[in-house]
């Protein structure tokens, strides 16, 4: 009987430390601010912020903390639409 309450035991355990987040890059957005250090989202490491429109918004937000702004690599700038489907009638 102690076998498998201790296996339930280490397995809840498991399950109930913090879960580890991806990180993701919003590509919705082009510029992204880079938060270096501990305090980050779930309690510690860098992380980035993919929230800007511009540069000059990121910078600002960023002045006086331990971060810095970059382009986001997921952003879009200049992909083409994608292509029209033409629906044949049918009659």
Request: hydrophobic residues 35%; charged residues 15%; glycine residues 10%.
């Amino acid at each position: 009987m102690r076998l498998p309450i201790l296996t339930l035991t280490a397995i809840a355990t498991l399950f109930v430390a913090a879960p580890a987040g991806a990180q993701t890059y919003d590509p919705r957005y082009p510029v992204c601010m880079h938060i270096f250090g501990p305090g980050g989202f779930g309690g510690g490491g860098d992380y980035f912020d993919c929230s800007f429109t511009s540069l000059p918004q990121c910078q600002a937000s960023a002045s006086g903390r331990s971060a810095s702004c970059d382009v986001n690599p997921y952003y879009a700038f200049n992909e083409p639409p994608p292509p029209r489907r033409h629906h044949k009638k049918v009659h």
